[in-house]
């Protein structure tokens, strides 16, 4: 499941990523090319990445975001679906 909240006073979107149904997760061993693409992002603030045993949930947060529109409408207060542990 994929959901994303977005806060106009922070400039900020948070996207939840959460994978469930697949083999038991296990944290990985080592540090690979997706964890350092994802560390190195201009423009991310935040990165959690959550290895639970029933699936992966990741954050991330970016930064100096305006959606298209933001001037005309009020999107800061959409409802969303977030993951609590995420938080």
Do not use: H
Not at 58 to 63: A, E, N, P, R, V
Not at 77 to 82: D, E, L, Q, T
Request: glycine share 10%.
């Amino acid at each position: 499941m994929i959901s994303w909240t977005y806060s106009g006073a922070l400039r900020r979107v948070d996207i939840f990523w959460e994978e469930s149904g697949g083999p038991p997760v296990r944290p990985p061993s080592r540090k690979g090319l997706g964890s350092a693409m994802l560390s190195s992002q201009l423009g991310l603030a935040e990165v959690k990445l959550n290895f639970a045993e029933t699936g992966v949930r990741c954050k991330l947060s970016i930064d100096g975001v305006e959606p298209l529109g933001a001037r005309s409408m009020d999107v800061s207060s959409a409802p969303v679906r977030a993951l609590p542990s995420m938080r």
